[in-house]
């Protein structure tokens, strides 16, 4: 069964740190582009951060641009997220997914084309 599996998820306090991993299983991520997405309550889910196959090729969402990271380690068949300096409104749950093919630099808001997603994990900035 292919799936992909995010942790790193939790509370933690404005200003802080963490770092989400989206781990897939039962596929590789070789050849697949990946999406961070995040959904707030009662907001729309929103395009974060995504990333080439090769890790060559990133993008990000203005609201996130200097303070989040992604990155991949295809040995591990596992896509990142380095969220540093968070504020109340990083709240959600934050979503990873993968789209195999060309990269498209507007994939943040394609999210229609992601073919496989993960099941979420919280992240809640509260002091």
């Known amino acids: 069964q292919e799936q992909l599996v995010e942790s790193g998820g939790g509370l933690v306090q404005p200003g802080g740190s963490l770092r989400l991993s989206c781990t897939a299983s039962?596929?590789?991520?070789?050849?697949?582009?990946i999406g961070w997405f995040r959904q707030a309550p009662g907001k729309e889910r929103e395009g974060i951060s995504c990333?080439?196959?090769?890790?060559?090729?990133?993008n990000y969402a203005d609201s996130v641009k200097g303070r989040f990271t992604i990155s991949r380690d295809n040995a591990k068949n596992t896509v990142f997220l380095q969220m540093t300096s968070l504020k109340p409104e990083d709240d959600g749950v934050y979503y990873c997914?993968?789209?195999?093919?060309?990269?498209?630099?507007?994939?943040?808001?394609?999210?229609?084309?992601?073919?496989?997603w993960g099941q979420g994990t919280q992240v809640t900035v509260s002091s």
């Open positions: 997914a993968a789209v195999e093919g060309d990269y498209y630099s507007d994939y943040l808001d394609r999210d229609y084309e992601y073919t496989h």
């Open positions: 039962g596929f590789s991520l070789d050849y697949y582009n």
């Open positions: 990333i080439s196959h090769s890790g060559r090729n990133t």
